[in-house]
């Protein structure tokens, strides 16, 4: 069939969700996204303003709203989960049928629908522990919290459909994103979030034990550009590529960049270290670069500019 490209992108109203179907649409691409608005807000895709654009509110942990989901279309971008390692700890059942079940289900369905590639948002977490640094794609995973199982999991399934049917997937392992559409409300916020709407608050920042750990973190468009190269690249399938800045920045640091940005430092209140949360992430993405031609194209410093902008629009920020 002629005519613009056409994808699925499930979660399609989270962070990387929305930014990717803007960017999809900017080229030209037939898109549908599937949320359940668990985590997922009505605006970040308002005003869309697309006859390219369909958007379906669904549960990935059901297979019929997958396999409607995901019929005529060409490419999946799965990026529906539960994305909180601390929620997991809390609730792994819910992690797991969202994040394992849902994904398998989004697998079979994409392979019965004749979807050419799968791109999987998988997680810098799987890494764990593992004390080689930068992490490389190479090691073995050595996930910690039932958040980071889940992922890998959603990985391997990836690789059997990859080596046991037609369709093709990849599997992406972001580390820490932020940028605009990241929620600051949720008591599972990631770290950024989190800071910017406590210095909005005029909070101190909440640095969970010494703030000496360390995350590599991928600006959202730097994601969106990843996830493109994925589905595009000929002869990948079946890989698995990290996704970063590659360069890994402490705790400490995130916040003393943030008080340069905005021009007052709001102090700190250290609290305990979070079960689950691993010390330092670094990754190294020779490979991504290699395979992909990928290249990270917002510095730290930059995003973070971009990201308080974003955080000033909405009004959190003050
Ligand atoms: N944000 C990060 O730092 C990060 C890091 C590594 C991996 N990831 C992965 O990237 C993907 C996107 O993350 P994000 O930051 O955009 O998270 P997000 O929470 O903003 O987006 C996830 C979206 O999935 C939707 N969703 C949740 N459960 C669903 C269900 N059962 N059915 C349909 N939709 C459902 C939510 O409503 C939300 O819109 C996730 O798979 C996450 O695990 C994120």
Redesign the pocket.
């Known amino acids: 069939m002629a005519g613009p490209k056409r994808a699925l992108v499930?979660?399609?109203?989270?962070?990387?969700?929305s930014n990717l179907v803007v960017e999809l649409l900017r080229r030209g691409w037939q898109v549908r996204a599937?949320?359940?608005?668990?985590?997922?807000k009505h605006e970040h895709l308002k005003g869309i303003p697309s006859d390219r654009f369909e958007l379906r509110e669904?549960?990935?942990?059901n297979l019929q709203v997958c396999e409607q989901a995901c019929r005529n279309m060409e490419y999946v971008f799965?990026?529906?989960?539960?994305?909180s390692v601390s929620r997991s700890m809390d609730d792994p059942q819910a992690t797991n049928e969202?994040?394992v079940r849902?994904t398998l289900n989004m697998l079979q369905a994409a392979q019965k629908a004749g979807v050419r590639r799968f791109v999987y948002?998988?997680?810098?977490?799987v890494y764990g522990d593992a004390t080689q640094l930068p992490q490389e794609e190479t090691q073995r995973p050595q996930p910690v919290s039932p958040y980071a199982v889940s992922?890998l999991a959603g990985e391997n399934y990836c690789l059997s459909f990859a080596k046991t049917t037609k369709l093709e997937t990849v599997s992406l392992?972001?580390?820490?994103?932020?940028g605009p559409?990241?929620?600051p409300e949720s008591k599972y916020s990631?770290l950024i979030p989190a800071f910017l709407a406590q210095a909005g608050r005029g909070e101190p920042f909440e640095v969970h034990g010494d703030g000496l750990q360390a995350r590599d973190f991928s600006f959202v468009g730097d994601v969106v550009a990843a996830n493109l190269l994925a589905a595009q690249t000929p002869n990948v399938s079946g890989e698995i590529f990290n996704v970063a800045g590659g360069k890994s920045i402490s705790v400490l640091d995130v916040a003393q960049a943030i008080v340069n940005i905005i021009g007052k430092d709001p102090g700190k209140r250290h609290t305990d270290r979070r079960p689950g949360d691993v010390r330092t992430t670094w990754a190294s993405i020779e490979r991504a670069k290699k395979l992909l031609g990928f290249q990270p194209s917002v510095d730290f410093e930059e995003g973070l500019r971009r990201s308080v902008d974003y955080f000033r629009s909405t009004g959190w920020l003050g």
């Open positions: 499930t979660g399609g109203a989270g962070c990387v969700g599937l949320d359940d608005f668990s985590a997922g669904g549960d990935i942990r799965h990026q529906a989960a539960i994305r969202v994040n849902g948002a998988s997680s810098s977490s992922k392992r972001y580390f820490n994103v932020y559409n990241q929620d990631l």
